[in-house]
């Protein structure tokens, strides 16, 4: 006899703004969670990448050596690596604590839009705008990508991975998967006008995506209706990103990050406002 | 003599100054100042004999002028002043630390390469000092405390085996000794402590060594040098306080767990009943103490037995004390007399065997009669199957020996074969030799070749044979090939061989060496013959030669076909089953294309404007991870066999048209449904293929753009004209000019009606202009002189003038202005009879379709004429206008016009435009709406529609408007029914 399962409760949104950091590093270009979601990563367009901390929004960490604006930044999950890519066409693996380069990754013919660790931080995939995925292994330091995924017709704009597949989004209007277990390769197509960045939120239950307005749209993944919509300001929001377990939302604008939270939880206010 | 002799001295060191003679003697260096000085400059001053006799720089200042001084103590808040400990190199001078100095800094040997004798002495010594010292054990915990160091040389004695307390050199028996030495070596002379009874058991069990134990030779003690410097008698040795007391053998055996107070009891003498003292201080110089329970041993007695009598008599043990004595010395006993010369050279780390090792005993080789040669004949093997039995019998005679019979042979004579076979096991795959890979030719060649040389030995020999011996192997196709080209022969002998080797499965023709590829002819018939070859046909040579060729050169051919297919002939099947093709082809013309293409990309976006997503979108192929990547994701390998990485790709022809075939057929599809409309309908009258028209539409392919509609529209036309030239006819006032001529003009000039239809249907995917641009060009200089003005114009004016050319023709300006009636008729004539041999005909079959890129084409070949009617000229230059960048209004090259009547009429025009213009804009507003919207086709045919009636009311001030609809009018007017059969005409002249 099992408990029935709680009644499914509406998904709550973050529409609360707990606290804004201003990064002081330029255009923020991305700003991440990490695994956890305690951290948040900023790679602004100063050449720099951030590590902040979520709660309190305090500067941990500084990650200088990019030769040019930092596009996207992962962090493994265990905290130890950040992964980064950059205009300056280099995929760089960072070693949290000591804030040092331990690997550079050249290879990319142009910029690199987008990075992300494999489940176990053992392959750093980045996309980029030469229209290649490209497959790295942090374990050896062999300089060469293990792979190259060379498909895409145009630059790759986002990259994703799970546990057994790579998911590659391509300005050709294309969608690529790649299953390593069955070994095929699946290109859907779909026509999108443009795209600044989006994600789903923690229960998959919306798309959450970023406007030119100033706003954040909660679309229901389901209904495809709009669900909420967030004013974060009034330039372009750059980028955003989810919590991994919390209804807890990251959005970029111009130099700053923004933290949004379901309740306006006091602690962490006062925090923010101290 | 004297020159010589100079020559021959051999000299050493620096010579001497030569003294000169003028030179004035040099004085002797008084003696204040021959000075020495040091390796720094300074001088040296006489010091004393023991440091070398000089000195210098500062005497006992410590290297400094002023000496040593104290220094006054400083210290304050910011700096505190740290504790210096003063050395006593800081109160020394430099020359103390020289080799003479007092505290010489010499390199010394470390304490690891010390022997570590020394250092037992002075321990012993030590040991001794501190017995002797007042607090007994004083230096004790020190020496515990010392760290276990051995030196060098210990440590490599140890690892070779030697242990302390043992003596260096091998290991011998120990004889028994004669006599009990005293082995400690040392005599007491005083205070004769009692003997440690241990030793005495030692000294015992010795006696009693079984014959098959080695010993180490014995320890020697080195000769003690240590200075005697006290004042007690050679020999003397201080009492042990704890012997003494306590009567305990250990000499500085010190119990340090025993308590002190247990100690003090001990010195006290106030112990138990077991602690009863043996020995207590007993010796010469003490007596009996009053404590002393026996009097036993109070007096020392000495014996003469304890002196040794003889000089260098007896010697411990071996006597060689560790040293390998000179052989001379140890060849006393016989019985170890091979030990013993051994003794010296034996290697460390063995031992004498105890047992000689027997002597082995040599056989001598047996000796070898008289007349034998060490020389190996190998007896040829006579196969008596193979040769006939009269040769055999010859070989066998000569050889000397008779045929082994077979069923003697022994196990060890079967050959692998052959005892598979009695093993029942079944034969492996495959040619099993060599020789199985050779085709039967060559088989029964080389069986020819064993019998032939069987048969050389009997010297039958004839003289073909011994040819195809010679020729035997490689070369021997070609030798009987070029035997067949001396033969006249039709079937070359050779063909043979070549058709054998050719007819295998394996040989693959377009893998095969191309001999003639400068000749493609040549090749071509050499292909054939292979092909032939192949198919096994037995004419393949003769079949595939030219028959046009002459006896010689068909011979020559043949000859050279056959040569060259026995060169490059493949490999037999056997054969090259055992070899593999290279991986990489180094195929420069192969470009790798991926073997699966992503579908249709203009279906899938069909597909997603219907929102149809799902399969329609989405594409699967087969894709291969890296291995790595695979471990690196805990995934095992989806494709473990494979070794390539990513999509399969698949060779293709780097040119071929193929590579690009999905896209081309695309295409079409892309152009629109405009296209796919044209194509089918295109009628024969369709002159120029159409170039598949590409998803973009520029402007420049307008001309063909322009061509698509027609097609239709001459459909439309030949219709048209069929169904109005019987009404048609008798409107024709004018007469037509040069008919055969041109007959484009007008027939354009007609298709407005029907293009404005077309045009309706057309959805709105082109500004109408540049097809009527494309379709008018050709026909009227009046409206081209107006197209020419409207380019200083807006567009929109353009377009309006567009729309009012395009004035419904024909039937309904019959009362036009008469003025303009004869321009475009003297134009037209003018341009005619001019162009008449050249650009009619030429122009004809291309242009009689009626398309519009045909329009063109016919246009252009007029200018080439010296007298140009208006028409061409600026049909061109409107092209430019169209195609270039904008030239300057063509009103300045208007007067130049040949055409003389054309000119005023040409002003005429323009004011008349302008006019047109003003009267339009004021007359009708709807027009002024119209020209503002380009594109409105259907207000368009409206106006068209409304029009005539304003025009034929105002025709005179319409007057470029009217000069355009009489140029395209009038011949359309005069001649539908003409045209019509004009057409016809040139049609039936295409057909033909």
Known sequence: MAFPLPRPQPPQLPHHLLRTVDCKQGAIRAVRFNADGNYILSCGGDKTLRLWSASRGTLLKTYSGHGYEVLDA??????????????????????????????????????????????????????????????????SRRPEPIQVLDEARDGVSSVKVSEYELLSGSVDGRVRRYDLRMGQLYTGHKNTSYKLDCCLSHKDTHVLSCSEDGYVY????????????????KATVQSLSFHPSEPRLLTAMEGSVKVWGAEPEDTVEDQGQQ | MADSDTEDFVTYGTPLDPIEEDEPLKKPVPLHDQTVKDEKGRFKRFHGAFTGGFSAGYFNTVGSKEGWAPSTFVSSRQQKAGKVNSRPEDFMDDEDFSEHGIAPREITTTEDFTSGRQDTIRDKARALNSLVAPIPGDTVLEDLIAPARTSVGVEMLKKMGWKEGQGIGPRAKRKPRKQNVAEAGTRIYSCALPPNGSEESEEEEDEYTPENVTFAPKDVMPIDFTPKDDPHGLGYRGLDPHQALTGLPGMGHIDLFTLDSDRTSNLLGTGGPKHRRKGGISGEAFGVGALEDADADIYDRDALSNYDSVLGGEEPGDGLFGWTAPAQYNKKTKGSSRDASYLGKILEGFTLASQASE???????????????????????????????MVAQVLMESKGHMPQQTQEKGRHQLDASQRRDLLGESSLTGPASVFDLLDNKDKERLEGIRRLAGVGASGAMTEERRAAVVAAGV????????????????????????????????????????????????????DQYISKLKQGHKDALESSLDGSMTEWERGRERDEFVRAAMLYKPSSSSLSSRFTRAKHEDNEDMVEVAQ???????????????????????????????????????IPDPYPGSGLVGLPKVKKDKYSVFNFLTLTDSRPESGGPMGAQSQPDSSPLAGPPKRAEPGKKSRWDMSERAGQPKDALSEFLSEARSEASTSQQPASSQPAPAPSLTPEPPALSQLPPETQQLQEEEEESRPPMDLFKAIFASSSDEKSSSSSEDNSEEEDDEDGHRQMELQPPGPLNTGMDPSALPVPSSAAPGAAPGAAPGAAPGAAPGAAPGAAPGAAPEAKPPPEQPKLPAAPSKEQRQEEEEFGPKLPPPTSSWPQLPASSSVPQGDAHKKKCKEKHKSKKEAKKKHKKKHKKHKGKKEKKKEKKKKPIPEESDSTSDGSADSDSDADDLPGSISTEQLLTRLKSLRGKKYE
Request: proline share 7%.
């Open chain 1, 74 to 139: 992962d962090g493994a999950f265990d905290n130890s690596h950040i992964c980064s890519c950059s205009s300056d066409k280099t995929v760089i693996l960072w070693d949290v604590a000591s804030g040092l380069v331990s690997r550079k990754l050249r290879g990319h013919a142009g910029k690199v839009n987008c990075v992300r660790f494999n489940e176990e931080a053992t392959v750093i995939v980045s996309g980029s705008i030469d229209g290649s995925v490209r497959c790295w292994d942090t374990r």
């Open chain 2, 359 to 389: 002597i082995k005993t040599i056989f001598p080789p047996p000796e070898l009669p008289r007349n034998y040669r060490p020389v190996h004949y190998f007896r040829p093997v006579v196969d008596l199957a193979s040769t006939s039995p």
């Open chain 1, 218 to 233: 909660f679309w229901d993944l389901v209904e495809g209706s709009v669900s909420l919509k967030l004013p974060v300001g």
């Open chain 2, 475 to 526: 070369a021997a196709a070609a030798a009987k090939a070029s035997q067949s080209a001396l033969s006249s022969l039709p079937q070359t002998p050779g063909s043979e061989e070549v058709l054998s080797a050719w007819r295998s499965p394996t040989a693959d023709t377009s893998r095969s060496f191309r001999p003639f590829e400068k000749n493609p002819p040549k090749q071509a018939r050499y």
């Open chain 2, 596 to 634: 699966e293409q992503e579908g249709d990309v203009n279906d899938k976006q069909s597909a997603v404007k219907m929102k149809m997503f799902g399969k329609l979108t989405r594409d699967t192929f087969e894709w291969h991870p890296d291995k790595l990547l695979c471990k690196r994701f805990n």
